[in-house]
C-alpha cells in the first residue's frame, strides 16, 4: 500500500519559513519524481516544485528564488524548504510522486500552510 505523508505545514508571519516533508512507503522511492503541488480556495492545484529522480529540480516562478525542494533516498522523504513567505502562499500543499515510465501517480493527503499576521 502506498502512502505520502505530509507535515510540517502551520500558521506563519509573512517574512517567514516552513519545512515541509512527505514520507512517502510503498514506492521505490529513489525511482521516483517527487514534487509540491498546492491548491488555495476557490482555486486549482498547481505545481510548486518537483524534483527528479536523478536530483533535477524546477519551480514555478512565484516561488523561484524562495522555495527548495530536496529529497533523501535514504530515508524516503522529499522537504519542501519555504522562507520569505507571502499571503499568496496560503495553501494546502500536497506531496505527489510519479514515475514518469508507467505513469503511477500517488498523492498524499496534504497539509495546510496559511502565511498571516
Known amino acids: 500500500q502506498v502512502q505520502l505523508v505530509e507535515s510540517g505545514g502551520g500558521l506563519v508571519q509573512p517574512g517567514g519559513s516552513l519545512r515541509l516533508s512527505c514520507a512517502a512507503s510503498?514506492?521505490?522511492?529513489?525511482?521516483?519524481?517527487m514534487g509540491w503541488y498546492r491548491q488555495a480556495p476557490g482555486k486549482q492545484r498547481e505545481l510548486v516544485a518537483r524534483?527528479?529522480?536523478?536530483?533535477?529540480?524546477d519551480y514555478s516562478d512565484s516561488v523561484k528564488g524562495r522555495f527548495t525542494i530536496s529529497r533523501d533516498n535514504s530515508k524516503n522523504t522529499v522537504y519542501l524548504q519555504m522562507n520569505s513567505l507571502k499571503p499568496e502562499d496560503t495553501a494546502i500543499y500536497y506531496c505527489?510522486?510519479?514515475?514518469?515510465?508507467?505513469?503511477?501517480?500517488?498523492w498524499g493527503q496534504g497539509t495546510q500552510v496559511t502565511v498571516s499576521s
Open positions: 524534483i527528479s529522480s536523478g536530483g533535477d529540480s
Open positions: 505527489n510522486a510519479h514515475r514518469v515510465v508507467t505513469a503511477d501517480l500517488y
Open positions: 510503498g514506492i521505490t522511492f529513489s525511482g521516483y519524481r
